[in-house]
């Protein structure tokens, strides 16, 4: 039996508006829809976005990822995913996998999509590309991500502050991706290498509770923790040929 296809579409930062047309139009012929979960009792927010677009018999198949650095306990629940989507594209039946920006930084399907090639080596999948979170994010703070021949460095937020003092001495725009919980010892970071004021903060980009801040000082003032959907956009360098910056890093 020939198998389905997998897509793999990324929905976009969070405003339906932002998805693309090629990702609408696939969703609007597609009967089995995958939706990635944290939590197996939470929503799932790239779902409500692509919400819209879906048909009116779709069935939707829920994918519990947790949020674990366990790589075993990861494995496992990649593996169980792979298998469930094996059971429609491997009868035939073409499927759609969803992901907030784009399918392929920094997303569930990289690693859905390998342990369903071991399962299926025969696996069409098609990836259909999305706005990753850091594009919207700079348009609504009106902030240039790459200028001339300056460098664009994408950094994960982590504990480990190596990785983005690296990025920062390294000049350009850096890009902190998954802040959240650790928004604290980054603005101290920033602060230390004089960049804290040359950076800014977008959380949910085009969702519910979507903040841009410009003034990280301020951030230091809310109570609440920032959300994980969370982004710091950094200039490190030379900004339409004269300095942003009164230091640079040691």
Not at 14 to 40: I, N, Q, W, Y
Not at 128 to 133: E, F, H
Not at 168 to 179: N, Q, R, S, Y
Request: net charge negative; glycine share 10%.
């Amino acid at each position: 039996m020939k198998l389905g296809v997998l897509y793999g579409i990324g929905v976009g930062p969070g405003d339906p508006e932002l998805m693309t047309v090629k990702g609408a139009r696939v969703l609007e012929r597609c009967l089995h829809v995958f939706v990635p979960k944290a939590r197996s009792e939470n929503g799932s927010i790239a779902l409500a976005i692509a919400n819209r677009y879906l048909r009116a018999d779709c069935r939707i198949h829920e994918l519990v990822f947790p949020m674990s650095a366990d790589r075993d306990e990861l494995s496992q629940h990649w593996e169980q995913a792979a298998q469930r989507v094996a059971d429609v594209v491997g009868m035939g039946e073409d499927a759609c996998f969803l992901t907030l920006g784009d399918p392929l930084l920094y997303s569930t399907y990289i690693y859905l999509v390998r342990a369903l090639r071991k399962q299926l080596p025969g696996l069409d999948a098609v990836t259909v590309p999305g706005i990753p979170a850091f594009g919207a994010a700079a348009a609504l703070a009106e902030f240039p991500v790459g200028e001339g021949k300056e460098r664009v460095v994408i950094v994960p937020a982590s504990d480990d502050l190596d990785a983005i003092r690296e990025a920062l001495a390294g000049g350009g725009t850096v890009i902190l991706m998954k802040v959240g919980r650790r928004l604290g010892m980054v603005l101290d970071l920033l602060e230390q290498t004089g960049f804290l004021d040359s950076a800014v903060f977008v959380a949910r980009a085009g969702q519910d509770g979507q903040q841009v801040e410009h003034n990280l000082r301020l951030l230091r003032q809310q109570k609440q923790e920032a959300d994980y959907l969370s982004i710091l956009l950094v200039h490190t360098g030379l900004h339409n040929g004269e300095s942003v910056l009164a230091n640079s890093p040691k």
